[in-house]
T-cell receptor, first 112, second 113 residues
Framework: NAGVTQTPKFQVLKTGQSMTLQCAQD?????MYWYRQDPGMGLRLIYYSASEGTTDKGEVPNGYNVSRLNKREFSLRLESAAPSQTSVYFC???????????FGSGTQLSVL | GQQVMQIPQYQHVQEGEDFTTYCNSS?????IQWYKQRPGGHPVFLIQLVKSGEVKKQKRLTFQFGEAKKNSSLHITATQTTDVGTYFC?????????????FGKGTKLSVKP
């Protein structure tokens, strides 16, 4: 059981480049989330998907788009990366009727 | 807006000393969760508290939920080097769907052997 798998683990982009962060879970969870973590800022929710076919904005959605491709996969896209998007990105999932989040191992993104 | 605050931001202790981190919410919470993140790792769920005044123990860790359900604490007795990491509390975001959590900024614990 892999849990929540994120790719890539590390990425360096130039300002203006685009990229997609991939996330997949094998726990048959309904809900999936994208968080970013910045030093001293804790975890802030970017977007979430309460169930397959739905997505909603979180606390800091600007500059990002998401796709819930199917029940397993939830991707995060940066269309035109900016240095302010340098961060560690975590994908998480949650089972129906459960409260706790399961996190992936994270993607460390640097935008130069 | 809704806020979840944690203090202290950093704590350095000698191995064997006790450690406590406090979490305070600007709003009443239906539940509170605690997560631990090891250096270079990802957050891992520790526990959820639901009832007013609830106290739960996990070996050397004691978690409390305040009577007003606006504050919580995590106490570690006799810290060990394996306790190193950042401890986050999180509560449901007001108006958000289930699982939409607001996290505190965390308390980073370092333990000197």
């Amino acid at each position: 059981n892999a849990g929540v798998t994120q790719t890539p683990k590390f990425q360096v982009l130039k300002t203006g480049q685009s990229m997609t962060l991939q996330c997949a879970q094998d726990m048959n969870h309904n809900s999936m989330y994208w968080y970013r973590q910045d030093p001293g800022m804790g975890l802030r929710l970017i977007y979430y998907s309460a169930s397959e076919g739905t997505t909603d904005k979180g606390e800091v959605p600007n500059g990002y788009n998401v796709s819930r491709l199917n029940k397993r996969e939830f991707s995060l896209r940066l269309e035109s990366a900016a240095p302010s998007q340098t961060s560690v990105y975590f994908c998480a999932s949650r089972g129906q009727g459960r409260e706790k989040l399961f996190f992936g191992s994270g993607t460390q993104l640097s935008v130069l | 807006g809704q806020q979840v605050m944690q203090i202290p931001q950093y704590q350095h202790v000698q191995e064997g000393e006790d450690f406590t981190t406090y979490c305070n919410s600007s709003t009443t919470l239906s539940n509170i969760q605690w997560y631990k993140q090891r250096p270079g790792g990802h957050p891992v769920f520790l526990i959820q508290l639901v009832k007013s005044g609830e106290v739960k123990k996990q070996k050397r860790l004691t978690f409390q939920f305040g009577e007003a359900k606006k504050n919580s604490s995590l106490h570690i007795t006799a810290t060990q080097t394996t306790d190193v990491g950042t401890y986050f509390c999180a509560g449901p975001r007001r108006g958000g769907s289930q699982g939409n959590l607001i996290f505190g900024k965390g308390t980073k614990l370092s333990v000197k052997p």
